[in-house]
C-alpha cells in the first residue's frame, strides 16, 4: 500500500525557515516523480517544487523561486523541501505527491500544515 508522511510543518515567523520531509513507502520510490503541492485557505491547490525520479534539475513556481529547493535521497524514500525566508504567503498546507507514467501511480499525502505568523 502506498504511503506518504509529511513533516515538518509548524508555526514560523517570518523570515524564517523550516524543511519538510515526506516519507514514502509501498512502492519503489526511484521509479517515481516527486511533487510538492500546496493549498492555502480559500485557494485552489498550486505546484510548488518538483523533482524527477532521477533527482534531475527541479522545477519551481515562480513564487518561491530562489527561497524554496526540492531535494531527495533514494536510498531513504524520502523527499525534502527546505524554505527559507517564508513569507505569510507561504501559510498553507504542503502535501506531497508521487507520480509514475507506468505502472500508472498518483498518489498523495496528508498534508503538513505550515503558518508564517509574527
Known amino acids: 500500500q502506498v504511503q506518504l508522511v509529511e513533516s515538518g510543518g509548524g508555526l514560523v515567523q517570518p523570515g524564517g525557515s523550516l524543511t519538510l520531509s515526506c516519507a514514502a513507502s509501498?512502492?519503489?520510490?526511484?521509479?517515481?516523480?516527486m511533487t510538492w503541492y500546496r493549498q492555502a485557505p480559500g485557494k485552489e491547490r498550486e505546484l510548488v517544487a518538483a523533482i524527477t525520479s532521477a533527482g534531475g534539475i527541479p522545477n519551481y513556481a515562480d513564487s518561491v523561486k530562489g527561497r524554496f529547493t526540492i531535494s531527495r535521497d533514494n536510498a531513504k524514500n524520502t523527499v525534502y523541501l527546505q524554505m527559507n525566508r517564508l513569507i505569510s504567503e507561504d501559510t498553507a498546507v504542503y502535501l506531497c505527491?508521487?507520480?509514475?507514467?507506468?505502472?500508472?501511480?498518483?498518489?498523495w499525502g496528508k498534508g503538513t500544515l505550515v503558518t508564517v505568523s509574527s
Open positions: 505527491n508521487a507520480n509514475r507514467k507506468f505502472p500508472r501511480m498518483n498518489s
Open positions: 509501498g512502492f519503489t520510490f526511484s521509479s517515481a516523480a
